[in-house]
């Protein structure tokens, strides 16, 4: 019986031994992959730093054309005073200007449609929107384009805004 016991103790011995092994193992394993998910995180967050920045970026080339400005111009009289702030000091651009300019024009254009002669107020109206919608189709291309027969007028006139 004592070789029994014995036998059962190197085996006992083994096994524990084998399981010392397993979990050094298993240890050793999970120390790898937690190192590889450190690492990738960490890759993870330098792109999304660089993500962050090139948005950053963008979004100053937006804020710098002047082609928001130009935009919020068109939005009558509310939207064309806050473009004529967001214009102003060293923020100002040719492009928000030149919209600036056009949409002043136009709103004192609308004005004449005050005028009480019979079918007048309807053809100054219609003709304010058609040149109001070919102003904002200028403005969202970002190309400077006075609207047709008096835009050039417009620029003359407010050439101080």
Do not use: C
Request: aromatic share 10%; charged share 25%; proline share 3%.
């Amino acid at each position: 019986m004592s070789d029994d016991n014995k036998n059962l103790s190197d085996d006992l011995d083994d096994m524990i031994g084998d399981v010392k092994e397993g979990a050094k193992k298993a240890g050793d394993k999970i120390s790898q992959k937690a190192n590889e998910f450190s690492d990738d995180a960490k890759e993870l967050g330098r792109e999304a730093k660089q993500a962050a920045s090139d948005f950053a970026d963008d979004a100053k080339q937006v804020l710098s054309d002047g082609k928001n400005v130009a935009i919020i111009a068109h939005i009558w009289w509310i939207g064309w005073i806050i473009a004529l702030i967001m214009n102003n000091g060293e923020k100002k651009t040719e492009l928000g200007s030149f919209y600036i300019r056009q949409m002043l024009g136009l709103l004192l254009f609308s004005f004449l449609s005050w005028i009480p002669i019979p079918y007048f107020p309807f053809i100054i109206g219609v003709a304010g929107l058609v040149l109001w919608i070919m102003s904002l189709i200028g403005a969202l291309s970002g190309e400077k384009k006075p609207v047709p027969i008096i835009g050039e007028q417009f620029q003359d006139w407010f050439k101080s805004l």
